[in-house]
């Protein structure tokens, strides 16, 4: 350690006068920075030294642009328990845990050992269980966990292993030794937002990280990516590998999101895959194309309705069996969630003598399993100072000392009634670390979370992790699922690394593709969502923006409202009778109008259909760029966060703003995302719903109006954003032949509806048809119907009509019903043709015995 | 005895099923007290892919894929069998008191003991509850042998018990049948092993046929022409001894094992996981049928289905 012989001199130069000062060592237990007061330990001179420089001050600026970054790249995590407003942000600490070379040698020869022993009962409790017949382990400790899925005995082909990538959770107690207080195995989460606190905080502090002596993580990530080509069984040169993910409902769907396009995998939902002929398939536009390997993120039980559980959507009928014929790989293997079982740890010495002929290198935290009757009296005999947990590694868990008498009984009930089910655990006093804390350091409980990763006949540890720290000092542990804060975890390196570009290298030969027609079927379903929910969103917010206009303008000068009341029917508002009072009546429609905009029961409100946006829009995250991701998340904000009691003209304004951002966001997809199978669907979604929403319009205009006329007329061209169009062409009054030409007939005008209809019949003849066929799709068909009605309709009759008299309208009505009846039968004929795997598989109905 | 079992099971769907993919546990296993043949199976349509293998506790699993589109399913397994009077247990075999198998079970180090922990524990279908202690106590007195306790027991649940094919379903809970004593050989034989569990016994579920010809002068037995279930109960050193609540018997050469598991999840012997069909309806025929001729003799009357 080069920073060992510093002075002491220099040591308490640092801490005077700024960022340091005063920081409150926590009398017991370990403090990462400093080993007493005033005593900083030798590894985080450099790193004090930085700090104080940077300045409490503006850490606190770089800090908020942390969070900004974060919350633009839309990092969230969502909790289940949580449905509305579920997208809890992803906070970081800008401070990182700084760890010592030598002592992170340590620490991952254990993890490595770690991994590898459990890797080994998981392969002798799936086949032989030894451990169980010889005595090492108590059975009651296995079977009595709902981890241990006997349908998994003896599934893997030989040579396969459990575990390829596990998760830690680690804390360092008083005496600073680590302790292992729990293992993740089933969907072990955080490396990816490991690696995303990484990028950002290096973006916003990089004097901080620029040449820092920090071990970095890419390596790490590009041995989890060779590691799961490597399981490959299948095309060895250019493996299939999938993300498989719970979908956007998942807590951590982000990360799924991240990682896959970090390791440039599919990412995949259950509905997705199908087992075919012994082998898994991705249903996508262009058929079945194989899947080679699974990086899986569904938890053990969800995966396989056949085998496991029945009641499963998220998983693939036929997978485990799959498995077993070893066509498929998966990471990890199912049935290892047993290791997550917390009623392991007192046994872990024992198990890694036996299994591997070693001494184990990591312990764990204290811990007594209640099934056993020795173990049971003592923890009974202590409950009022040991925390007791449930075996499931997310399960209940109760601190003895808080207890009442009430509550003590009952627990003492349970823990009798189904002793196999309970642990009793020492109070883990955790490590402290500094967080920035109104311009000033702090200590805060620490927890770390490591990852282990197969690397070739063994385990590679990350080097580093994710720290979390508790918002308070008195939290039992930080956790992902209760929010807290988490930090960047730094190895040090004996000399400063190079910045590596997170961007991969290629990995070997790649099959050049473009039509895209390996798009998942699903993600295909999504973005034609996604453009029709754009457009729908766009459509009600220029109705509200003129309807709140009007409403304005009438409330200054009382003057014309008759548009009002066409608005209000094209927004399916109820109009008010005219007894009311003005006064009334103004506040009436304002009063709907903003529940339009904000009530998110309302299925048309702006609310409901920005949720249908974002959901479509997380569904296929990995499809839309970093800057569109932007995008919606500046909208999220602006729709979902508006600022308390607005009025009527601010909220006119914000819907401005919300327009351009829509309009950016559809620019930037249409500039961005390549135009093949994806952007068809997008494409065909947003102006299938412009081509109804204006039909619509017109119709109201031309056909239904309560007021008709020229102030109609321009309102409508207003919301089509023709008004511009037509004064640049026609420098004069409204004209009927000219409305009808510009909005209807002008297919060199990109918001006509002859535009549209030429656009998707080009966009749905260009999408690929799962079965070539010389003929005309339905699709194809229903859109030449249309197409074909509105180009043989006669303008000058037409306009005649219009001139003549609003009565004879039945003529354009019948044109506007034969060009609309089509289209609204379009989305069901693409629902069949593309999206058509929707149908959940079910199980059988077995007879009785 | 030497059977021919005929199992036929029949789906019909009201639309088309694109895919499915099925686990069938009909194939009987090897004891050593029964002898199976080669199985004939027929499936229509025929699997794309199918594959036995050997489940976690032993039994023979046939899983197939059917991949062309259909709307009828139909999957027979006809096997030759030969039940032997071998078992381990006769209503007279000697047996520890039942809480000295109760310490074996706890504290014996042997393997087979400790496999046989399994069984201590609860099960997807079988929670032990304060109730079926309750129920299980008046035939388990203190220092009573194991067999002759549970000999009581099954015979108090055949007695005290009415079996009614329409009271439950596989989604019946157990307390209910219980409470309301009713049910059909699954509900009894899994209530059996609640109360052998809730006692800290060891006890599996056990699926398989019954023969379907009453001999001559004996009543005709419940549980005929279909699938039967009864249980098990662990005697350290000697294995398992089988009752039949159902029939208030311990098994003998007329019952034929399929298989067994911790209760009826381990053991269902036909199930499915398929995409699109619409509504479906099942009929499922089972015939036992007796081999009175030399074998060769008696190809044809295995063929024969009888509906139950």
Known sequence: MPEASLAHQDNLNLTRGGLLEDYPVPSSGYDEMFSAPGQLRSHWHDMARALEEIGGDELERRHSEVQRLLQTDGVTYNTYDDSRGSLRHWLVDPIPLLMTGEEWSTLAAGLEQRTRLLNALLADLYDQRLAIRQGWLPPELIYAHPGFLPPCHRSLPAGCRSLIFHGVDLARGPDGTFRVHGDRAQSPSGAGYTLENRVILARALPMLYRDAPLRRLASFLETERATLTGLARHNPDSPHVVLLTPGPNSPVYFEHAYLANYLSLSLVEGEDLVVRDGRVWLKTLGGLRPVDVILRRVLDGFCDPLELRGDSLLGIPGLLQAVRGGHVALANALGCGLIENLGLAPFMPLLCRQLLGEDLQLPSLQTWWCGDPTECSYVLANLNRLVIRSILSNGPCWDGAQLDAAARARLIERIRTNPYQFVGQEPSSLSTAPVLQEGRLAPRPVTLRGFVVADGDGYRAMPGGLARVSPGLDTLQASLRNGGISKDWWVLAPTPQRHVSLLRQSYGPIVVTRDGSDLPSRAADNLYWLGRYLERLDSTARLLREALGRLLEWEQDNTDERCLDDLLDALDIPVPPVAESPRARFFNLRQELLSLITDSEHPGSMQALFEGLLRTGRAVRNHLGDDSWRLLNRLQHSIQEPPKGLSARQTRESLEEELVLMAAFSGLNNETMPHHQGWLFFDIGRHLERVLHTLELFKLAFVTARNPGLPLWEVVLTLTDNLTAYRRRYRSALHPTAIIDLLLFDEGNPRSVGYQLRRLQRNVGRLHRPISSTYHSAEERLILESFTTLRLADIETLATLLRDSTSSSTELTRLLDAVHAPLLKLSDALTHSHFSHAEVPRQLITMRP | ?308
């Open chain 2, 1 to 308: 005895m030497k059977y021919t079992i005929t199992h036929c099971t029949l789906y019909h769907y009201s639309s088309d099923v694109a895919l499915c993919h099925n686990l069938a546990r009909l194939l009987p296993r090897e004891t050593s007290w029964q002898h199976c043949q080669p199985s004939r199976i027929t499936i229509q349509p025929r699997p794309a892919l199918s594959a036995e293998r050997r489940d976690f506790f032993g039994n023979r699993v046939l899983y197939f894929a059917i991949q062309d589109i259909h709307q009828r399913l139909e999957v027979n397994f006809v096997t030759k069998v030969q039940v032997l009077d071998t078992r381990p247990f006769t209503p007279s075999s000697p047996s520890p008191a039942w809480e000295q198998v109760h310490k074996m079970l706890r504290e014996d180090p042997d393997p087979e003991i400790i496999d046989a922990r399994l069984f201590m524990l609860d099960s997807p279908f079988v929670a032990v509850h304060p109730s079926f202690l309750d129920y299980a106590k008046p035939s388990f007195p203190p220092g009573r042998p194991l067999l002759e306790a549970m000999t009581d027991l099954n015979r108090r649940i055949n007695r005290e018990f009415t079996y009614d094919p329409h009271f439950t379903t596989t989604a019946t809970p157990l307390d209910e049948v219980l409470s309301e004593r009713r049910g059909v050989c699954q509900d009894f034989a899994h209530l059996g092993i609640a109360c052998l569990r809730s006692l800290g016994l060891a006890a599996r579920y056990v699926s398989g046929y019954l023969e379907t010809i009453p001999p001559p002068g004996q009543p005709r037995l419940v549980g005929a022409d279909a699938s039967h279930a009864w249980l098990a109960v662990y005697v350290p050193g000697t294995g398992w001894a089988e009752f039949d609540p159902t029939n208030d018997c311990m098994p003998g050469e007329r019952h034929i094992t399929l298989g067994w598991g911790r209760d009826y999840g381990d053991v269902a012997p036909l199930i499915g996981v398929m995409t699109g069909g619409g509504s479906h309806s099942l009929e499922v025929a089972v015939d036992v049928e007796p081999w009175v001729e030399p074998v060769d003799h008696d190809e044809e009357k295995g063929k024969k289905d009888k509906a139950a």
